[in-house]
Each structure stands twice: as C-alpha cells, then as structure tokens.
C-alpha cells in the first residue's frame, strides 16, 4: 500500500476538473484497508471514496485522504440451471461487467449498459436506466465500516434502496467502504425490459421481433452512443439533477398549466416528472456560458467545454435550479456527488 501525496484527480473525474488531493491511496484488497485504518494519518484526514469519479464534481481541492476502490474480481458464488449469484469485486468496471454478463447469456443488466463507473459505487444511487434499477438485481453487499474497523454484509433489503438512493447516501455515507457486490442473475427465462420508447423503436427498426439480452444491450448501446456525451471527448457526469416525484395534486396543478408535461406513474400514487423537460422548457437546452454548459442533446448533462472548475458548474446547476424553481415551483435535487 503506497500513499502518495498532492496527486492531481483531474484524469480520476469525468468532468475532468483539475483539483489535487492531498493524500492518494488506491485499496486492492481489503485487508490493505484495514492495515489503513490503524494509521494514525487516517484518524486525522476527512476521507474520500473515490470510484470511477463518473458521478463527482470536485469544486476544490480535496484536503484529505481519497481511497480509490480498485479491487477486481468476479466469482460465482451459486448457481443452479435458471439462475447465477456473481460476487463482483468493487473496483471491476460496471460496463464491463455488464459485457461479461451478456456474453455468458446471464439476464439482468443488460438495460444498465455503458453506464461509466465501477461495480463497488452501483449501489451507492441504486443506478437505474430504461426501466431497470440494480436493486431488481442486487442480492447483498460486503464491506468495510470505516469509523469501527469491521467487515459489515447487508442483504438489499438492508440497502433501503429508492429512486436514485440508497442507506449509502444517508446512514452510511462516507463512513462505509464496499468492497463487493453480489447480483442474483437469470440464465433463462429472462424477463426483459423495452418499454421505454427508445428501445422499443431500435429494436423495430432493426426488425428484431423477440429480442434477447444481447440485443437489448445492443439497443441501450446505440441509444446511449448517439445521445450522451462521452466524457472522453466532452466532460459531464451524465444526469447531474434527479427526475422530481409530485403528488396527484401537484400533478393536476402542473398539467392545467403545462398540457405537454411528461410525466410518469411512480410509488405511493406520486409521479415522475421528467426534469430534463423542465430545464429545456427554461430555455437551457444547449446553452453555453463560458466554459460550462447543458448538453444539446440532453438538458439534464451538464458539460465542460475546456477549463471549466468545479465551482464554474456549481454555479450554473444552481441557476438551473433558480430558474426550474420560479416557473414550475419544483425544486430539483442534484444527483451528482458535490466535494
Ligand atoms: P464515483 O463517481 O467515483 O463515486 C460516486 C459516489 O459513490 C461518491 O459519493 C463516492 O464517494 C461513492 N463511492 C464510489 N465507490 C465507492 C465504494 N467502493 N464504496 C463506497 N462509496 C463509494 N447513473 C445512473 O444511475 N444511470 C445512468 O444511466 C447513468 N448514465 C451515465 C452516463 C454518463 C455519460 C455518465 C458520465 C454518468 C452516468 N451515470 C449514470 C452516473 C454514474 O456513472 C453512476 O452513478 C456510477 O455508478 C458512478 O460510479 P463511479 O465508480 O464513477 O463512482
Ligand atoms: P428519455 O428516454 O428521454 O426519458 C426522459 C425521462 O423520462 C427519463 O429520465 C425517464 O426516467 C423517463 N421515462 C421515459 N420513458 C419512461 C417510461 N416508459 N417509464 C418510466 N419513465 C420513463 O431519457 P434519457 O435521458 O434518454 O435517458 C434514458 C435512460 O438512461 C433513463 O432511464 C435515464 O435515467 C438513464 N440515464 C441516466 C443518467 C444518469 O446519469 N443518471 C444519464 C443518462 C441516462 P428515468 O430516468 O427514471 O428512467
């Protein structure tokens, strides 16, 4: 284990915002973070686990110790004809687990294709796209406790997974470090999800009548390619604000006002209002202001033109939200992870 001192993150972000981190130490096993634990350094430093930094923004330097999870691994654990339990090291990438998975033929996260990032921070906003959530999937998760130093497994349950939330936002946050994740998956009878337009109109486009998991990844691929941003070439973290969730009453106020709304039946008789739809109604689809702006393509991804810092998108997320706020009376709640 080598802790390195004043390491630039700038290349650890895909916003790709140049900040330093005082301490850097990359965990490989968890034995190395427990060995961590006990040094005096890391009683005094505020800590940062740092994933694939695909759902980050970094407005400063980071005065503190950043743990970058990179333990790999894949094993199954069980299996039996129809299903596979696979125990997924926390540093694995998760499109690339997703990858291994459709070559396998195993069902389950082929909608959660291309999502950037690493396996270890799935759970932390339960990551969801085009109808599937990891939660449909996750069947428990083992790490560290940092503050009393012990392995802790939590059944999913245990996880409280929401929409975009999980125990890892609130109870847990920063103070509990995964260091795996098990996924229960199909090897038949896979239950495959094409509702969302998108999908649906890929897939009839390419004639293909009954899809299997393979093509629905494929669909999700070439949806994602020609509609995001890749942070490669433009830096983002994909959605920066949740879609909001009203009341019926709300609702009906909104729609009276708004007849194009889209929106969506959610839990507990709330419903989905799709935030991008409001922000692009706010005139800031495309917008650009120096070097930040929201995306052409899609109005919830903010993106780094060049040399914007951190503070720079800070400021434009909450001009969005000024804005949203005044002409709809809903305030949107950032999903991307602000240090
Ligand atoms: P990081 O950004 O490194 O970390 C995110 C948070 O998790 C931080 O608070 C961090 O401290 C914590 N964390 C990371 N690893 C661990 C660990 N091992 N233990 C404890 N805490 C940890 N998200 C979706 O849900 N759906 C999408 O469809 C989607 N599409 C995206 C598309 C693009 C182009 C981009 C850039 C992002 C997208 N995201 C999406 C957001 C992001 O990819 C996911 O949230 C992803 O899970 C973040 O993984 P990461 O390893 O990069 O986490
Ligand atoms: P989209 O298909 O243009 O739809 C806009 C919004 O409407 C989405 O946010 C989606 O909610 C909702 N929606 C659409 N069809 C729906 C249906 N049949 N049932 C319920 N809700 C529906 O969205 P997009 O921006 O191109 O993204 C496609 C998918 O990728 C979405 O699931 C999105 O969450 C995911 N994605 C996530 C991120 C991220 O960083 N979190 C980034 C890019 C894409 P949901 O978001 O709840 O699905």
């Known amino acids: 284990m080598h802790i390195e001192e004043n390491v630039s993150l700038a290349s650890l972000n895909t916003f790709g915002i140049e900040v330093k981190a005082k301490y850097f130490v990359s965990i ?4 190395d973070l427990l060995e961590l634990l006990k040094l005096p350094l890391w009683k005094s430093q505020p800590v940062l686990i740092l994933g694939g930094g695909s759902n980050i923004l970094f407005t400063r330097d980071f005065d503190g110790i950043v743990v970058q999870s990179c333990i790999k691994g894949l094993e199954i654990q069980e299996e039996n004809e129809s299903e596979v339990w696979l125990r997924v090291g926390a ?42 959530e990891l939660k449909d999937v996750l069947e428990s998760v083992d790490g560290v406790h940092l503050e009393q130093g012990t392995h802790l497994h939590l059944s999913a349950e245990e996880c409280q997974f929401g929409y975009r939330e999980s125990i890892f936002k609130h109870q847990l946050q920063k103070i509990f470090f995964i260091s795996s994740i098990t996924l229960r998956l199909t090897k038949r009878n896979h239950i ?22 393979r093509d629905v990844s494929d669909a999700v691929i070439s949806i994602r390619r020609s509609k995001l941003p890749d942070p490669a070439e433009l830096g983002n973290a994909g959605s920066f604000f949740k879609n909001p969730t009203v009341s019926d009453v709300v609702l009906e106020r909104l729609k009276r006002a708004h007849p194009a709304i889209p929106y969506y039946p959610f839990d507990n008789q709330q419903f989905k209002i799709a935030a991008g739809w409001l922000i692009e109604q706010c005139g800031w689809k495309g917008k650009r202001i120096g070097s930040v702006g929201v995306h052409v393509n899609q109005s919830l991804v903010l993106v780094n033109y060049g040399r914007a810092n951190g503070k720079e998108i800070l400021q434009l997320a909450n001009s969005i939200q000024r804005d949203v706020e005044q002409r709809f009376g809903i305030t949107l709640k950032m999903e991307v992870n602000i240090f």
């Open 28 to 31: 490989y096993n968890e034995s």
């Open 91 to 132: 540093g694995e990438s998760w499109h690339g687990l997703v990858m291994h998975c459709v070559d396998k033929g195993w069902g389950g996260i082929e909608n959660l294709s291309l999502i950037p990032g690493t396996a270890g921070a799935a759970p932390i906003q339960n990551i969801g796209a085009y109808g599937v």
């Open 192 to 213: 495959l999800h094409t509702e969302y337009g998108a999908i649906h109109d890929v897939l009839e486009r390419r004639n293909i009548r009954t899809p299997g998991i």
